[in-house]
């Protein structure tokens, strides 16, 4: 599995997608998003990608969100709802877009999709608090098998310092130090912090001594 926490868009998910059901026929490429708009967008990525390399295996039918190539592979984009997702099994790669906004439902109810195939898992998001599964995944250390990748505003070229330091003047550092910076955050509106709820819990239970 892959999470990436990164600010900004790339090409990484529709050359991940357009490489898989090119050179893996039979391939069933499932992109999750939180919104439709989303959705679309996504599968936009990955369209621009497969038209760039000229078709090598050409296309049996298209749709708003799905592709169908004739080697029997497909990529479908599909909205953030728990019972949208469900009937889709044996997906080889599977992509959440935009992570920190997908519910916890819909993320617990994709992953079986992969139990069959032994497919790939990536993630990507800027991060949105210090909650739910994208922030747990991130901070889960070795106890889920994630590779983690960051890739701040500051680290992408075409990002200029004099547009960074605009964005931080105007949003502020809350949003910016989230949104470019890739660090996640207690809500500003938060009566306690998440670190400080943490530190009141015990993972080790002593036993009463009678």
């Not at 050409?58 to 909205?79: D, F, K, W």
């Not at 004099?162 to 989230?178: H, K, N």
Request: aromatic share 10%; net charge negative; hydrophobic share 40%.
């Amino acid at each position: 599995m892959n999470a990436a926490r990164q600010s900004g868009k790339s090409t990484t998910v529709g050359i991940l997608a357009a490489h898989t059901v090119l050179y893996e026929p039979n391939s069933l490429v499932l992109l999750l998003s939180p919104t439709l708009r989303q959705s679309a967008e996504l599968f936009k990525k990955c369209l621009a990608v497969y038209r760039s390399v000229k078709h090598p295996v050409a296309s049996e039918s298209q749709t708003a969100l799905t592709l169908t190539l004739e080697n029997g592979s497909r990529i479908v984009s599909l909205p953030g709802k728990e019972a949208n997702v469900r009937g889709y099994s044996g997906v080889r790669l599977l992509i959440v877009d935009e992570a920190s906004r997908v519910p916890n439902d819909l993320y617990a109810s994709a992953r079986p999709m992969l139990a069959v195939s032994g497919g790939r898992l990536l993630a990507l998001s800027t991060p949105f608090g210090t909650r739910g599964w994208w922030y747990e995944a991130w901070v889960s250390g070795a106890r889920e098998p994630w590779e983690r990748y960051e890739v701040p505003a500051t680290q992408v070229p075409r990002i200029s310092p004099e547009f960074l330091e605009e964005e931080r003047s105007t949003l502020g550092e809350w949003w910016f130090e989230q949104e470019y910076m890739c660090r996640f955050l207690d809500a500003e509106t938060q009566a306690f912090r998440r670190e400080d709820i943490d530190r009141a819990f015990e993972e080790e239970v002593q036993p009463w001594e009678l």
